[in-house]
């Protein structure tokens, strides 16, 4: 069992733990290995640390076990995205990869959903690659696809990685498919 809950400064390691796992797993076979492995459960540690003692708009959450663990989280931001009208966007998902296939990212996603809600926003969308299979879940959630962007990285690693983006016009039909 796991809760679902606003993030806070303590749980920067977990989802440093969480991100560098999750980027090694999901992402192997997209990116080459040389680019997964400058991740560092040190370096990203610090980035969650510096996010959460900021004064930011971003909006966290984590799924904790009962005994602590972080095992998933998602991070939401209200305001204009890079797509009109869109009016927030879930920034990232993860979840261990042991922990997937059990409702948790839908759960987190929820929770994001809502507390959007909360701060006005009526609309979300995201981007995610080409390749990730988590596609899938957008879209039995709701999703209709809204965009297609190379990720940037073609020069560095001599590979084409596209992103697309995902989006809910109506913040809470997504709310309302993920009860």
């Keep these: 069992m796991v809760n679902i809950r606003k993030a806070n400064i303590k749980d ?10 999750s980027y090694r797993r999901a992402y192997a076979g997209i990116f080459p290995q040389s680019y997964l492995d400058h991740f560092t459960y040190e370096e990203e540690g610090q980035d969650w640390r510096d996010l959460l003692s900021s004064e930011t708009e971003d ?6 076990t009962d005994t602590g663990e972080i095992v998933g989280y998602a991070l939401g931001r209200p305001g204009p995205s890079d797509i009109p009208p869109y009016d927030s966007e879930l920034v990232a998902l993860h979840v261990h990869h042991s922990y997937q296939r059990q409702s948790i990212g839908k759960q987190l996603i929820a ?3 809502k507390q ?3 701060k006005g ?3 979300l969308m995201l981007w995610t690659l080409e390749k990730n299979l988590v596609r899938s879940m957008y879209e039995r959630l709701g999703g209709q696809a809204i965009g297609v962007k190379d990720w940037g990285g073609n020069e560095e690693f001599g590979i084409e990685v596209k992103e697309v983006a995902y989006g809910w016009l109506n913040i809470e039909n997504l ?3 993920t009860e």
């Design 116 to 118: 959007l809600q909360q």
């Design 175 to 177: 709310i309302t498919a």
């Design 111 to 113: 929770a994001i959903a």
């Design 121 to 123: 926003c009526t609309s």
């Design 59 to 64: 909006i966290l959450y984590v799924a904790a």
């Design 12 to 21: 920067s390691t977990g989802l440093a733990k969480v991100q560098v796992d």
